[in-house]
């Protein structure tokens, strides 16, 4: 959706390094979420924020933090990346009172 | 009680054909279940979606149905075509947003 874009589309990094991947919408949604897809896992959901003030650990937080900037901007930061965290990352925006998840094209990481 | 099952991992069809997926879950307060595409390289797109006091939707050639007794949930999709090929997820919402995702299944609908 291009209403959702996320930057960089694609990144290589190394053990120990710290990287952001940055979220940014324009569907006006109050609600933002990071999501890491693995082969055979699904979806799995790293944080979330349901307003600039608001922000809470989903099912995979360790090794990752948030800052939500602005309603329209939410970005995930590695502190210090390692391999296992390689993987597709998407972010989604919704907003109430469906909750209907919008996603982001992704970024695919590689941690070296 | 957070997940929500999905199988198979893989389906292979023929078109024209009705490709089945099922989900199953444990957890009593979902309140919402929606199925995303997602084709390759690409974020994943709500498909269609039910609500629990609702037994069957459907938008064109794609229909869920639901079974709260069983707390399972299906997919199906009619007369399938090539380009339905794709990974399908289901999904369930809790606490006015959050999805709980399925593993994925991955499609392939032949000529």
């Known amino acids: 959706d291009a209403d959702v874009t996320q930057t960089p589309r694609n990144r290589i990094t190394k053990t120990g390094k710290r990287i952001m991947l940055e979220c940014s919408q324009t569907k006006g949604h109050d609600r933002m979420y990071w999501y890491r897809q693995d082969p055979g896992l699904g979806l799995r959901l790293i944080y979330y924020s349901f307003d600039v003030k608001d922000i809470n650990k989903g099912e995979i937080s360790d090794g990752y933090s948030v800052s939500r900037q602005a309603q329209a901007k939410f970005s995930l930061s590695l502190e210090s990346a390692i391999p296992n965290q390689t993987a597709l990352y998407f972010c989604a925006t919704s907003a109430k009172p469906t909750g209907l998840q919008y996603f982001g094209p992704g970024t695919r990481l590689l941690v070296l | 009680q957070q997940q929500v099952k999905q199988s198979p991992q893989s389906l292979i069809v023929q078109k024209g054909g009705i490709s089945i997926i099922n989900c199953a879950y444990e957890?009593?307060?979902?309140?919402?279940f929606p199925w995303y595409q997602q084709f390759p390289g690409k974020g994943p797109a709500l498909l269609i979606a039910i609500r629990p006091d609702v037994s069957e939707k459907k938008e064109g050639r794609f229909t869920i149905s639901f079974n709260k007794s069983a707390k399972q949930f299906s997919l199906h999709i009619m007369d399938s075509q090539p380009g339905d090929s794709a990974t399908y997820f289901c999904?369930?919402?809790?606490?006015?947003?959050?999805?709980?995702f399925g593993q994925g299944t991955e499609l392939s609908v032949k000529p």
């Open positions: 999904a369930a919402s809790i606490q006015g947003g959050k999805l709980i």
């Open positions: 957890n009593t307060a979902f309140d919402y």
